[in-house]
C-alpha cells in the first residue's frame, strides 16, 4: 500500500462552524530555548510491534463510581448564551470562569452574569480564518492570584501556532504585556490542536497537532525533533522565556509523541493521571490515558495506527500505548472532544471521565476499574460540542459552537 494514502474527502474539522438554526436542549439517554525547530531524522523504529502498559491506575489516593449514575436523572443546564464559538472554559480560582471566543476574545462569566467587556481582546493579532484556527487555549498560573500571569495559545501571522503569556489585574488583561513563549510554524491550516494547562508538577503542558492536511504527509508525529503532533511540557519559572525540564526524555519540549490533534487533554485533580482526546483521520476516535508517574517518551501510534487500528501498515513496528476507548465513525461521529474527570459535589459521578463528539453531541464516560475501561453513552446533547470545563469545585461545564454553555446537574 502506498505510504501516506491521501483521502479526498476531508474529516469534518473539531470546530467546523455550523448553520444558525436553533440549538435544542441538551437531553440524556440510558444506553530557555530557542522557539524554532530543528529537522532531524525520525526517532528508529524498534522491530517489532508491543503495546507499552502504563499502570492502570495512579499511586495516588482514589474515590471512583462503581457504575454510572441514570442519566435520564440529570441534565445539562444551560447557564449562558451569546458567545462567538467558544472553544475552551477555565476557572482562575477566584470563582469567575474565562471562556474562548475563538476569534479572539476571552469573556468572563461572574455571578451567572456574562460581563460585557472582555478580559482579554487580542483579534488585532488571532488569525481565524480556517476552521481550526483562533485562539485556542487558555492556562492560568498556578501562582496566578499573585502574579496575574496566564498563558493561550492562539494561531498568528502566517497560519503559525503561538502560546503567550499575559499578565492581568482584576478583570483587565493588558493586551501589551505579551511575552511570546513559543512560535511553531504550521505548514497547513488544520491540526493545531491548541489546548494548554498546567499539571500537577507545576510545568505548563500543550497539546499540538501534526500540522495538517491528511495523514501526516511529513511525518511529524513520530518525529521528536519537530513539536507537531506532541505533548509538550515546559517550565516556565526556572528560566525566561521557559526551561525544559530535565526529566523530558528528549532533551527538548516533547514529553509525549504521536498524536493526531490533540483536542482537549486534562489531568485528574485527585489522581494526576492525564487523559487526551485525539481526533482521528477518518474512521476512529480516541480517548487516550497516561497514569501519573508513567514515565515520558510514550507513543500514541499516529500515523502508523489510527486508534488501536493500523493506518499505514509501512510503519506499523513499533512500541505504542493504545487507547482506553474509541469510537467509529459509523458509529455516529466525527471528531473528539476531550473532556474531564468529574470531582464536584456528585459522589456517584467522582472519577467518571466525560467526553462527547463534536458532530453528534453524544456525550459519553468512562472509569477505571482495575485496568478495565467500562465506557458508556449517557447524553444526546443534540449541540456542536466545542470543548468541556471544569470550575475549583470539579463540576463539569459543555460548551457550543453556537455559543452557548451548560452545567451538569441533577434534575
Known amino acids: ?198 499539571g500537577p508538577d507545576g510545568y505548563l503542558y500543550a497539546g499540538l497537532g501534526d500540522g495538517g492536511a491528511q495523514g501526516d504527509p511529513f511525518g511529524n508525529a513520530q518525529n521528536t525533533g519537530v513539536l507537531l503532533g506532541k505533548i509538550l511540557r515546559i517550565d516556565v519559572d526556572s528560566a525566561q522565556p521557559y526551561a525544559i525540564p530535565p526529566d523530558n526524555p528528549f532533551g527538548n519540549e516533547i514529553l509525549h509523541y504521536g498524536l493526531r490533534n490533540p483536542w482537549r487533554i486534562s489531568f485528574d485533580r485527585l489522581t494526576g493521571d492525564l487523559y487526551i482526546g485525539d481526533v482521528g483521520q477518518g474512521t476512529w476516535e480516541e480517548i487516550d490515558f497516561v497514569a501519573a508517574g508513567s514515565r515520558g517518551g510514550l507513543n500514541f501510534g499516529w500515523d502508523f495506527y489510527e486508534g488501536s487500528h493500523e493506518y499505514d501498515p509501512q510503519g506499523v513496528a513499533g512500541e505504542y500505548v493504545f487507547p482506553i476507548a474509541e469510537y467509529s465513525h459509523a458509529e455516529g461521529g466525527c471528531s473528539v472532544t476531550g473532556g474531564y474527570v468529574y470531582r464536584g459535589s456528585m459522589p456517584e459521578w467522582n472519577g467518571i471521565y466525560l467526553y462527547g463528539d463534536y458532530c453528534t453531541g453524544y456525550v459519553w464516560g468512562l472509569f477505571n476499574v482495575d485496568g478495565a475501561w467500562p465506557n458508556k453513552l449517557l447524553f444526546e446533547a443534540n449541540v456542536r460540542i466545542t470543548s468541556f470545563g471544569q470550575d475549583q469545585a470539579g463540576e463539569i461545564y459543555m460548551l457550543s459552537d453556537t455559543g452557548e454553555v451548560y452545567k451538569l446537574i441533577r434534575k
Open 1 to 198: 500500500m502506498m505510504k501516506k494514502l491521501f483521502i479526498l474527502l476531508l474529516l469534518v474539522l473539531p470546530i467546523l462552524g455550523c448553520s444558525g438554526s436553533s440549538t435544542p436542549s441538551p437531553s440524556s439517554t440510558s444506553t530557555s530555548v530557542p522557539a524554532s525547530e530543528t529537522s532531524v531524522s525520525p526517532t528508529p523504529i524498534p522491530a517489532t510491534v508491543t503495546s507499552t502498559q502504563v499502570p492502570a491506575t495512579s499511586t495516588s489516593a482514589s474515590t471512583s463510581a462503581s457504575a454510572f449514575p441514570d442519566p435520564s436523572a440529570y441534565t445539562w443546564q444551560q447557564i449562558t448564551s451569546g458567545l462567538v464559538r467558544p472553544v475552551d472554559l477555565q476557572d482562575d480560582g477566584s470563582g469567575r470562569l474565562f471562556i474562548l471566543e475563538k476569534s479572539g476574545r476571552i469573556r468572563i462569566l461572574e455571578n451567572g452574569q456574562l460581563l460585557p467587556t472582555p478580559f482579554l481582546d487580542i483579534d488585532d493579532r488571532v488569525n481565524d480564518d480556517s476552521n481550526e484556527m483562533g485562539l485556542l487555549g487558555l492556562a492560568f498560573h498556578p501562582d496566578y492570584s499573585q502574579n496575574g500571569y496566564f498563558y493561550v495559545n492562539y494561531t498568528g501571522r502566517g497560519g503559525d501556532t503561538f502560546i503567550s503569556r499575559f499578565q492581568a489585574s482584576g478583570n483587565s488583561a493588558d493586551p501589551n504585556s505579551e511575552s511570546i513563549l513559543l512560535n511553531v510554524e504550521q505548514p497547513f491550516p488544520n491540526h493545531n490542536g491548541g489546548v494548554l494547562v498546567f
